[in-house]
């Protein structure tokens, strides 16, 4: 989580956006829990009243107790309904208070990612290709997206829900909600293992989805050329090979997923199976009624959801936590040229003394002790082949990178000194 807790500024910013989803979390489980307590007195009372109906049997008050018998089970299921509509209602509100702010997170993160591009040096964008620049602020973006709406939001539900059914099955019999939850302990012990897993595969797809961007980005940026010496069909060779790596690592991660899921279903299972035994015992030992294992096998189902939203948001926290790893590099990076606070309008005399330069990316000396100076109002003409420096010499002169050796003065203010916007 360390990758994400970047995103916390913006938790704080939000923070009476997020409070009031909490609090529908909160209020929409609560009502989740509750008809399972109904489910429970409505089933005892099928078994009592069944009982009565045989006892009264060939008498009148057969009738009322058939008539008393099905206004409840209608006054029950109404009352499950209604809980159903409630809980409905908060989950509307959860959705429309977290969702709406992961949107609003997204729009600042990649206002953010795009600014910060804005501040980098030129030395920046030639040493990193456009499609990955572009991929950490849309598909990474993305991705982060899902860990703030989603897996915050099913996150925070599995807790609450998970904490309101294991209190409510330790209050109704203790023994029987132990073994219920016993397969619990392992479920934890293989999310803890699948995870480390899922980092990784997550990592491998978020790059080489980069690099099949970049592929993309750059096939059209040089289209004419492609065109011009007819090498369409190696482009399309070479976009198959990029895209077969991506399917592979990507299947690599569903594998995964796919034998998690199943296992987590098989965990959920057996606990159901648990409940039906033990609870059978403590039927016949008289500590539990029958309405109390139906009330059992409820809570047990309802687990299934959280362990499930557990496994992905796992999914989704780890896939999350690797975009955000991409996207902190690139926060993290800073411009080595350092603006100044000279804001002068210039004249325009330019004196160049003794300037060198070698681009620090691939190491080529592109200038070497250049010296010359321009008067105000005049022209120097700079000639030479391609490769000779021409290019660098007016980045140099527009503070794209800094000199190695020697100086640049306009109007006798040092380059450093001046200000980024008045010097360009």
Do not use: C
Not at 10 to 16: D, E, H, N
Not at 230 to 249: A, C, D, G, L, V
């Amino acid at each position: 989580m360390k990758d994400l807790a970047y995103l916390n500024k913006y938790f704080y910013k939000y923070r009476w956006k997020l409070i009031p989803g909490v609090i529908f979390v909160i209020i929409s489980n609560y009502f989740g829990v509750l008809p399972a307590k109904v489910i429970r007195e409505a089933f005892d009372l099928v078994q009592e009243n069944i009982y009565l109906y045989r006892l009264f049997d060939g008498f009148d008050r057969q009738e009322l107790i058939y008539q008393v018998f099905g206004t409840s089970l209608l006054f029950f299921g109404f009352v499950v309904l209604l809980l159903s509509l409630l809980r409905g209602i908060f989950l509307f509100f959860m959705r429309q208070t977290i969702i709406l702010t992961s949107r609003y997170i997204e729009y600042d993160l990649k206002n953010e990612i795009y600014n910060h591009y804005q501040d980098l040096n030129f030395g920046f964008f030639r040493k990193n290709n456009t499609g990955d620049l572009m991929s950490r602020a849309t598909e990474d973006v993305n991705q982060v997206r899902n860990y703030l709406g989603p897996a915050i939001m099913y996150a925070i539900n599995t807790v609450v829900l998970s904490i309101m059914v294991i209190y409510a099955m330790y209050s109704v019999n203790g023994r029987l909600a132990t073994y219920a939850l016993a397969p619990i302990p392992v479920l934890s012990v293989i999310i803890l293992f699948v995870n480390k897993i899922i980092n990784k595969r997550s990592l491998k797809i978020q790059k080489q989805l980069a690099n099949l961007s970049s592929f993309v980005q750059e096939t059209f940026a040089g289209i004419r050329v492609i065109k011009t010496y007819t090498r369409e069909q190696n482009k399309m060779q070479e976009f198959e090979k990029e895209s077969t790596i991506y399917r592979n690592t990507a299947l690599d991660l569903v594998k995964v997923q796919a034998v998690f899921f199943p296992l987590i279903l098989l965990l959920i299972g057996l606990s159901t199976v648990i409940t039906i035994y033990i609870g059978g015992i403590e039927v016949a030992k008289g500590t539990v009624t029958a309405g109390n294992i139906a009330e059992f096998i409820i809570y047990v189902n309802q687990l299934t959801f959280p362990a499930m939203s557990l496994a992905w948001v796992t999914s989704l926290v780890q896939r999350a936590a690797a975009s955000q790893k991409r996207i902190n590099e690139f926060l993290h990076t800073e411009s080595p040229i350092v603006n100044g606070t000279a804001t002068k309008e210039l004249a325009g005399e330019i004196r160049v003394d003794g300037i060198s330069f070698t681009y620090p990316e691939t190491g080529i000396q592109a200038i070497k002790n250049i010296s010359f100076q321009i008067p105000v109002g005049k022209t120097l003409a700079i000639i030479g082949k391609t490769g000779s420096g021409k290019s660098t010499l007016a980045n140099l002169l527009l503070r794209m990178y800094d000199i190695d050796k020697g100086s640049i003065h306009y109007d006798s203010l040092e380059i450093k000194n001046l200000d980024f916007k008045s010097l360009r």
